[in-house]
């Protein structure tokens, strides 16, 4: 069975402290893997999209990597407003449009 | 650019009552998706549009019905309300990323 574990479930770090969040998956085959950021009381917004094993995006702060059994969401000096639930979602080979989600983390960083 | 635009944003229903989420993309996408959140649980799927006309059921549909109008509109009716119902609804349309709208909080007491 598909399945997607974010961890941990809320992380709370100083401004400038640098950190990682995990997405561990379980698929018969990956499709994609797609990272997104929630704000409260919004929709999520689509940072990112990952194909393959050794794959890495960036996007300011943010750099995402992705192998075989997980991804990593690197978040590099992080700023207050990059405050936010992160959430992951996979598709698997065998669905053309079913996204498995994470839980998501929320990430909260003090000034 | 207004993406996907749902409404009511807020809406109290009493068990037992009905009613209809409204959800519109201006994006030309044919997929579209209604999914529910709930706190410590990921997104859920309840419904599919793969293009106008069709409807695939997803995790959870159980309780409720959709309609895809036309390319544009995706609706999502809550037949007979239950307080297990009470949620964050999610509308979003996809061509390869999927984008969503900003949510409708329905309250079932």
């Known amino acids: 069975e598909d399945q997607v574990t974010q961890s941990p479930e809320a992380l709370r770090l100083q401004e400038g402290e640098s950190s990682s969040l995990n997405c561990s998956y379980t698929?018969?085959?990956?499709?994609?893997l797609f990272w997104y950021r929630q704000d409260p009381g919004k929709g999520p917004e689509f940072l990112f999209t990952?194909?393959?094993?050794?794959e890495e995006k960036e996007k300011e702060r943010l750099k995402a990597t992705l192998t075989k059994k997980e991804s990593f969401l690197h978040i590099t000096a992080p700023k207050p407003e990059d405050s936010a639930t992160y959430l992951c979602?996979?598709?698997?080979?065998?669905?053309?449009?079913?996204?498995?989600w994470g839980a998501g983390t929320k990430l909260i960083i003090k000034p | 650019n207004a993406g996907v635009t749902q409404t009511p944003k807020f809406q109290v229903l009493k068990t037992g009552q009905s009613m209809t989420l409204q959800c519109a993309q201006d994006?030309?996408?044919?997929?579209m998706y209604w999914y529910r959140q709930d706190p410590g649980m990921g997104l859920r799927l309840i419904y599919y549009s793969a293009s106008e006309g069709t409807t695939d059921k997803g995790e959870v549909p159980n309780g409720y019905n959709v309609s895809r109008l036309n390319k544009r509109e995706f609706s999502l009716r809550l037949e007979s309300a239950a307080p297990s119902k009470t949620s964050v609804y999610f509308c979003a349309s996809r061509w390869d990323t999927i984008y969503f709208g900003e949510g409708s909080w329905l309250t079932v007491v």
């Open positions: 698929v018969s085959g990956l499709r994609g």
């Open positions: 994006m030309n996408h044919n997929s």
């Open positions: 979602a996979v598709q698997d080979d065998d669905s053309n449009y079913q996204l498995i």
């Open positions: 990952l194909y393959s094993a050794g």
